[in-house]
């Protein structure tokens, strides 16, 4: 089993920044694929950045030069600095692992951009 609990969402003016973490529990792989995914009210979930443990990361063009995922092994977490959010940025985001053919998800935390 692999558990993921997501924090640091919130409400935030357009502009402003906010940090996403997610901690992971359970056996996790050094060359598993970590992301973030989000989905926007009356939307599908779509991808916002992913990171592999040899560093690949790749980023949605919406995102790109504002988002910037990490992730830190020693503690199973990885994070998300956005930065210079706007409103379409809106939605619930999800932690995400993929490992031996399986996809885990976090439970999501919500993000709120005000224009």
């Known amino acids: 089993q692999v558990q993921l609990v997501e924090s640091g969402g919130g409400l935030v003016q357009a502009g402003g920044s906010l940090r996403l973490s997610c901690v992971a529990s359970?056996?996790?792989?050094?060359?598993?694929?970590m992301g973030w995914y989000r989905q926007a009210p009356e939307k599908q979930r779509e991808l916002v950045a992913t990171?592999?443990?040899?560093?690949?990361?790749n980023y949605a063009d919406s995102v790109k030069g504002r988002f910037t995922i990490s992730r830190e092994d020693a503690k199973n977490t990885i994070s998300l600095q956005m930065n210079s959010l706007k409103s379409e940025d809106t939605g619930v985001y999800y932690c995400?692992?993929?490992?031996?053919?399986?996809?885990?998800w976090g439970q999501g935390t919500q993000v709120t951009v005000s224009s």
């Open positions: 990171i592999t443990g040899g560093g690949s990361i």
């Open positions: 995400y692992v993929y490992q031996l053919g399986r996809q885990y």
């Open positions: 359970g056996t996790l792989l050094r060359g598993n694929v």
